[in-house]
Structure formats: structure tokens, C-alpha cells
């Protein structure tokens, strides 16, 4: 049984820092512009692992997600030629259900396009009109009666464009202290990743699906 591999890229980011470098110069109460820059990139990395411990999208970004199938295991007539009986199955093909794509880094704000290769390695979009979109959970689903297109080629036959994230202006104030704890800590060189305070704040924000996608 092949293994569904999947994957997700950022390719652009138009937003404004989550925090702002007066915003931060004033938790840390610095005066003076000569740790600007060192600041400025402590913001960015904050921002990156408070990101990625959340598993949601803070800023405005466009991500490519990839994968080399739907979730839906009775949807690929590979598996279906296994016949009945038990078999041996990565966890993509378990967990998520069939009818439902979900996609990393919650909240979306828009899907781009859903595009698969067939097994000639011929493009086709997936039209929209087929399949909605939960933009608080991050969950593409099928309308009622669609199916996911089959016959793809092994690898990286799906791929869905899509743009998430609160947005700079929107991000939770509990999530923006949370940064703030933590460029502080790379400030004053005791960093070691993201504390217990900071997990407090974080925690009702955590997405606790890794295993679906």
C-alpha cells in the first residue's frame, strides 16, 4: 500500500509583522534604534514557532498543500483490489474521512484552487462548485453526491492553493503576548522554546489534528 505523503509551503506573505517593533521596544522598554534589526528578527521568530505550536496561520500567507491522495481510502481502486481482510494502512487513509481534505494552518480565508495529475501527468482544477470549504476548521469537504477525481498518479497528484491566517489585525491578544513572552526571552538570552506561561496562554488555540492531514 503506497503511503499518502504529504506536504505544505508557504509561497508568499503580504502581512504586517504580528507585533510591531514599537509595540515590542515598549514590552521590553528599550529606548534607542541600535537592537532594531536583532528586534525586528526576534519578532519574525516568535511569531514562526508560536505558528507552528499552534498549528494555525497568524499572519496573511498562501500556502501549496500537496499530497499524494485524498484521505478517502475506499475511493482508490489500488486499494480496492486488495480485497477484504485485514491490511496494513498508513494513518492519512484512516483518519479524516472520506469526504473531507483537511489542510494545515486553520483559519482559511480563502481556497485558491484544488488542481489534480492524473497518471499522464495531465493537470485538471476541481471545480468549485463541488466541494465547500469550513474556514474555521481548515476543512475542504464535498458537496453532496461529488466524489474526488480518481485515477491520479502516485505521487503528489493533489494540490490545493489556498490563503489562511487571522490576518496582523486579528490575531487573538492572548496569542500576541505569547510572542511577546517569547521575543523577550530571545532578548535577554534565557530562551528555551516556548514555556509554561506561554503554553497557558496558548492552549485554547491549539489545533490538536495533526493526525488528520
Not at 515590542?24 to 522598554?29: I, P, Q, S, V
Not at 499572519?59 to 489500488?78: I, M, P, S
Not at 495531465?122 to 458537496?143: E, F, K, M, P, Q
Request: overall charge negative; aromatic content about 10%; hydrophobic content about 35%.
Amino acid at each position: 500500500m503506497r503511503f499518502n505523503r504529504k506536504s505544505v509551503t508557504v509561497t508568499a506573505s503580504t502581512d504586517d509583522p504580528a507585533i510591531s517593533l514599537a509595540d515590542m521596544k515598549g514590552f521590553l522598554r528599550v529606548d534607542g534604534t541600535a537592537d532594531d534589526d536583532q528586534i525586528t528578527a526576534y519578532i519574525a521568530t516568535a511569531t514562526e514557532a508560536v505558528k507552528q505550536y499552534l498549528r494555525r496561520a497568524l499572519l496573511t500567507e498562501t500556502f501549496v498543500f500537496k499530497a499524494d491522495g485524498f484521505t478517502e481510502a475506499y475511493g482508490d481502486d489500488r486499494l480496492l483490489s486488495l480485497g477484504p481482510g485485514v491490511h496494513t494502512a498508513s494513518r492519512p487513509y484512516i483518519l479524516g474521512g472520506g469526504d473531507t481534505l483537511d489542510l494545515p494552518f486553520a483559519p482559511l480565508q480563502s481556497v485558491t484552487s484544488v488542481v489534480t495529475y492524473d497518471r499522464d501527468n495531465v493537470s485538471a482544477t476541481y471545480t468549485s462548485t463541488r466541494y465547500g470549504v469550513d474556514l474555521t476548521s481548515g476543512r475542504i469537504y464535498l458537496n453532496e453526491g461529488e466524489t474526488w477525481p480518481s485515477n491520479l498518479r502516485a505521487q503528489d497528484a493533489v494540490e490545493v492553493t489556498y490563503v489562511a491566517g487571522y490576518g496582523s489585525g486579528s490575531i487573538p491578544d492572548p496569542i500576541l503576548e505569547a510572542i511577546r513572552l517569547y521575543v523577550s526571552s530571545l532578548y535577554d538570552g534565557t530562551c528555551e522554546g516556548i514555556n509554561m506561561q506561554m503554553k497557558a496562554l496558548l492552549a485554547p488555540y491549539r489545533r490538536m489534528d495533526e493526525l488528520a492531514w
